[in-house]
């Protein structure tokens, strides 16, 4: 990071705006669309959209990502807590609006899967997410089934790395290739 980039302390109220505007819309939009396929959704029946691009299949997962810890439901709140704890320490001091977006997409897709994990049955902190897109096939035949909240995680995550490899900081600075100072023939001799 070049001496003139020195980040400013505290955050940027529109880095945080559009973090928090981010959560509000993935967690409303991931709980509609949950309610609209558990109440027109029926298990057994998916339906085929886009030509059998998309297929809306009703499905409960108890685990994570293709099911994975389905025996063990109650540690994914956890993690989500912890998730949220560190995202919102992270929001004490920042200040990129893009690192706004990634928090925000991932923060509100955890927030969204963690509702169900609290509310949904079979009780609080082993509720199974409800999960209904699958692509190139019903219930998960070609890729794992999801929903809106995991496409939100997936997003945030592939922005954050994209935002780390090209050296965007989460307070505002960008870090650059700084080229080495040469020495001049007359400091060598001296």
Same mark, same amino acid.
């Given at each position: 990071?070049?001496?003139?980039? /020195?980040?400013?302390?505290?955050?940027?109220?529109?880095?945080?705006?559009?973090?928090?505007?981010?959560?509000?819309?993935?967690?409303?939009?991931?709980? !509609?669309? /949950?309610?609209?396929?558990?109440?027109?959704?029926?298990?057994?029946?998916?339906?085929?959209?886009?030509?059998?691009?998309?297929?809306?299949?009703?499905?409960?997962?108890?685990?994570?990502?293709?099911?994975?810890?389905?025996?063990?439901? !109650?540690?994914?709140?956890?993690?989500?807590?912890?998730?949220?704890?560190?995202?919102? !320490?992270?929001?004490?001091? +920042?200040?990129?609006?893009? !690192?706004? +977006?990634?928090?925000?997409?991932?923060?509100?897709?955890?927030?969204?899967?963690?509702?169900?994990?609290?509310?949904?049955?079979?009780?609080?902190?082993?509720?199974?997410?409800?999960?209904?897109?699958?692509?190139?096939?019903?219930?998960?035949?070609?890729?794992?089934?999801?929903?809106?909240?995991?496409?939100?995680?997936?997003?945030?995550?592939?922005?954050?790395?994209?935002?780390?490899?090209?050296?965007?900081?989460?307070?505002?600075?960008?870090?650059?290739?700084? /080229?080495?100072?040469?020495?001049?023939?007359?400091?060598?001799?001296?």
């Amino acid at each position: 990071m070049n001496a003139e980039e /020195k980040a400013t302390p505290g955050f940027a109220p529109r880095a945080v705006a559009v973090l928090a505007a981010t959560v509000v819309v993935a967690v409303a939009v991931d709980q !509609w669309t /949950k309610h609209l396929s558990t109440e027109n959704l029926v298990p057994g029946e998916p339906v085929r959209i886009l030509g059998g691009l998309v297929y809306l299949s009703l499905l409960r997962n108890s685990g994570a990502a293709f099911s994975l810890g389905s025996d063990y439901t !109650w540690i994914f709140p956890l993690i989500t807590f912890v998730v949220v704890g560190v995202i919102g !320490w992270m929001t004490l001091r +920042l200040r990129s609006v893009p !690192w706004g +977006l990634s928090l925000g997409l991932v923060l509100g897709g955890a927030i969204g899967n963690l509702i169900d994990r609290l509310f949904r049955a079979p009780g609080p902190l082993h509720g199974h997410v409800v999960d209904m897109i699958s692509v190139f096939g019903p219930y998960g035949e070609k890729f794992a089934v999801f929903n809106i909240a995991d496409s939100c995680l997936t997003v945030g995550v592939v922005l954050a790395v994209v935002l780390e490899l090209t050296g965007r900081q989460r307070d505002g600075t960008r870090l650059t290739k700084e /080229k080495p100072v040469e020495k001049s023939t007359s400091e060598e001799t001296a």
